[in-house]
């Protein structure tokens, strides 16, 4: 998940801080101090994130592209120049720019806003962003939300009762308001000091920046793994009381199961699966770390000497082509498989399931599956010939049965004028009426369309009424029976309006 900086450049950060026992200080050398702690970070735990550093004030400048150089992110930084006036709306355009260019819209990123508050004045500025937001046509609109999947985080060097004094603290929940509530907002405790902003980027890394250490398990095998990017809590919109559901720290290995099985599923998120003990004969396996980590490992003292199921796995998966099956959770599922960087090289790589104990329909029930030796035959046959996928689903999907739509009015109209062209020839049409009475009742049910059963049942009372005297008397007996029974149900009692309920036809003496 690449990270854009944007680090306000403008007059207003140019503004003393007295600190103790020193020299003046400017808030631009406390934001330039938190960026470097996070920089520092990020070079120890997340070597492998796409970092970029973007100056503004009135106008923003690409300083560092993306790169994992973080030697040449914090070059950049000591050597920042001021400017003049704070304009947070065309920077925002320019990182829109930057991620698309560079990442397209569908990746997600993570923008870091460092600034003190200060929202500019006159044109340009934040709040005359805000008033002509609904004054602007589609050439000019906003650059919040961003086109992209995208986490807005503002870092002010300033504390909240500063903040609070103006409008700025409003202002900024906007943005994040804007931004789809994705992001939030750090202030500073206490006075403007080193150790404060400290604190702030402290809070803004353990959120953000965590590294996932987990436990990768497969029987009596495991291994110490890190997951990069760190997995986001899922919440399934499904349940009655959403709660957001998290990746455990121990990952367990349920089974293998071929790649040509299991296809290409739907995944909520890729990640990259790195062993913790890294060294160089890792990485000619493939295990995706970069020249920076294997520098790294060749100086750990663990390096070659401690074999590593990580690698092993790796090294499995890819020659035989095949995944693994891994549950993150109760009832959610993942596979982990090789994917190839390059030529030479490739990654273990993690995709994550939607929560639930049936992600891939074509395979049925995870928990169900087993081990090809359980099997009393080969399911594959004995020439891998066929397949046991995709598991056939005991009930007949909606799909493949004939079921009642009604995409405009004059679709209903036809289905209720059937009814009555039936109900017109009864008794002789007493089966072909029934048929069609309880399709619309049940279609009716289905959609919760209550109103026209009672709409129904009163057209079949009033053709009860205008029933010549030449008529079969049984034709009144349906027609009431019916009318009576699309009332009961359209009253909602459970007794009456039970989907898999039919009516049938009342039974007299007429037509005996």
């Known amino acids: 998940m690449p990270t854009v900086v944007l680090m306000d450049v403008s007059l207003s950060m140019t503004r003393p801080v007295s600190l103790d026992g020193s020299e003046d200080f400017q808030r631009k050398n406390l934001a330039v101090h938190g960026l470097t702690m996070l920089f520092e970070h990020m070079a120890a735990n997340y070597r492998l994130e796409f970092t970029s550093l973007v100056a503004f004030s009135s106008l923003w400048e690409l300083l560092v592209p993306f790169t994992r150089d973080y030697n040449a992110l914090q070059e950049a930084l000591s050597n920042l120049e001021d ?5 947070v709306e065309s920077a925002l355009h320019g990182v829109s720019n930057i991620v698309q260019q560079e990442w397209g819209s569908s990746c997600p ?3 870091v ?9 006159g044109k340009g500025s934040l709040r005359h962003s805000f008033h002509t937001l609904k004054q602007r046509g589609d050439d000019k ?5 961003f086109p992209f999947p995208a986490k807005l985080f503002i870092m002010c060097v300033a504390n909240a009762e500063e903040l609070n004094m103006t409008d700025a603290m409003e202002n900024l929940e906007e943005l994040l308001h804007l931004n789809g509530g994705e992001g939030q907002i750090f202030t500073m405790d206490g006075p403007l000091c080193l150790k404060s902003v400290q604190t702030m980027f402290g809070k803004l890394i353990d959120q953000a920046y965590s590294p996932f250490h987990a436990v990768l398990h497969c029987g009596n095998l495991s291994s110490d793994v890190q997951v990069f990017p760190r997995p986001e809590p899922v919440v399934v ?25 299991i296809s290409s599923p739907p995944v909520i998120s890729r990640h990259l699966v790195l062993p913790i003990a890294v060294n160089k004969e890792v990485d000619e396996v493939g295990t995706g770390a970069t020249d920076e980590l294997e520098e790294e490992a060749s100086a750990s003292q663990m390096a070659g000497k401690s074999p590593n199921f990580c690698v092993l796995l790796h090294g499995s998966l890819k020659v035989e082509g095949m995944v693994a099956l891994v549950q993150l959770g109760p009832d959610w599922y993942g596979m982990l498989y090789s994917q190839a960087d390059s030529k030479k090289k490739s990654n273990l790589m ?18 169900h599956l087993g081990p090809i030796s359980e099997a009393a035959e080969n399911p594959y046959g004995e020439d891998d010939s066929k397949s046991p996928f995709p598991v056939q689903p005991q009930i007949k999907r909606s799909y493949a049965q004939n079921v009642t739509v009604w995409i405009k009015a004059s679709g209903l109209q036809t289905d209720v004028q059937k009814i009555l062209r039936n109900a017109r020839k009864l008794p002789d049409k007493t089966q072909t009426f029934y048929k069609e009475l309880n399709r619309l009742r049940k279609a009716a049910l289905a959609f919760g369309f209550w109103e026209l059963l009672k709409g129904v049942a009163d057209l079949l009372e009033r053709e009860c ?7 079969h008397p049984d034709a009144a007996f349906q027609l009431s029976h019916a009318a009576q029974q699309l009332k009961l149900a359209s009253t909602g009692d459970s007794q009456y309006a039970a989907f898999d309920h039919n009516i049938v036809p009342m039974h007299t003496d007429f037509s005996s």
């Open 113 to 121: 806003l460092v600034t003190d508050g200060c929202l500019g004045i």
């Open 83 to 87: 400017y003049d006036k704070t304009c």
């Open 465 to 471: 009424t205008l029933l010549p005297d030449s008529a």
């Open 237 to 261: 919109d499904e349940e009655v009381e959403p709660m957001p559901r998290t990746v455990n720290t121990d990952l367990e290995i349920v089974g293998f199961i071929e790649i040509g099985d």
């Open 109 to 111: 990123c993570q923008v």
């Open 350 to 367: 993690m995709s994550l399931f939607e929560p639930g104990p049936e992600p891939l329909p074509w395979l049925g029930r995870i928990s």
């Open 141 to 145: 609109k906003f650059p919040l939300p």
